[in-house]
């Protein structure tokens, strides 16, 4: 089956720790998207890469940081420097040619 | 920037009502596409409006993109419980990116 697995789902950290999201795709798309969701709003766009070795900041890039070495992969890493990273983190790809965005399943990211 | 707003925010119906959420754009789309999330789900895409005027229809669910597509709606006839969920518009960017409205929450009372 195809598609873009993120790991884990619920994700624990204490503040002031950095932790890094896993987002996995095999449906060969070349562009890869992470965006931050928060209760009752919508979806804001943090990191994203049309192609390896190359990604751009989003609407509010501030205290994250991705690497995209492997086409398929795209982590997200949350530093300490974000001051309220406690979110839904989504992470997407885009086939291309006005089609639509394929999700993950989210990680849940809680920091205390 | 471009901007897309949705209006409501919040829906509550009771079982059988229709429902319809609004999707505003501050620019010209090229076209618009309607995504659905489940409760501690992630978004599902719907359908995409790509022509002006354009009308598309899913059972119950029907989609409309207005003639300056700067606009679309989403009308749920006869509501079910398995309608709940947040329903979002989105319209394309550059580079693929798109952008989000806030959604409309639909609560529906059985």
């Known amino acids: 089956d195809g598609g873009i697995t993120q790991s884990p789902k619920y994700l624990f950290r204490k503040e002031g720790q950095n932790v890094t999201l896993s987002c996995e795709q095999n449906?060969?798309?070349?562009?890869m998207y992470w965006y931050r969701q928060d209760p009752g709003q919508g979806l804001r766009l943090i990191y994203y890469s049309q192609i390896v070795n190359d990604f751009q900041k989003g609407d509010i890039a501030e205290g994250y940081s991705v690497s995209r070495e492997k086409k398929e992969s795209f982590p997200l890493t949350v530093t300490s420097a974000q001051k309220n990273p406690t979110a839904f983190y989504l992470c997407?790809?885009?086939?291309?040619?006005?089609?639509?965005?394929?999700f993950g399943n989210g990680t849940r990211l809680t920091v205390t | 920037g471009q901007q897309v707003m949705q209006i409501p925010q919040y829906q509550h119906v009771q079982e059988g009502e229709d429902f319809t959420t609004y999707c505003n754009s501050s620019?010209?789309?090229?076209?618009i596409q309607w995504y659905k999330q489940r409760p501690g789900g992630h978004p599902v895409f719907l359908i995409q409006?790509?022509?002006?005027?354009e009308v598309k229809k899913q059972k119950r669910l029907t989609f409309q993109f207005g003639e300056a597509k700067k606009n679309s709606s989403l009308h749920i006839t006869a509501t079910q419980t398995t309608d709940v969920g947040t329903y979002f518009c989105?319209?394309?960017?550059?580079?693929?990116?798109?952008?989000f409205g806030d959604g409309t929450t639909l609560t529906v009372k059985p």
């Open positions: 997407a790809s885009f086939p291309g040619d006005n089609s639509p965005l394929h």
């Open positions: 989105a319209g394309p960017t550059n580079a693929g990116k798109s952008t």
């Open positions: 409006l790509v022509k002006s005027g």
């Open positions: 620019t010209t789309l090229s076209n």
């Open positions: 449906l060969n798309h070349d562009a």
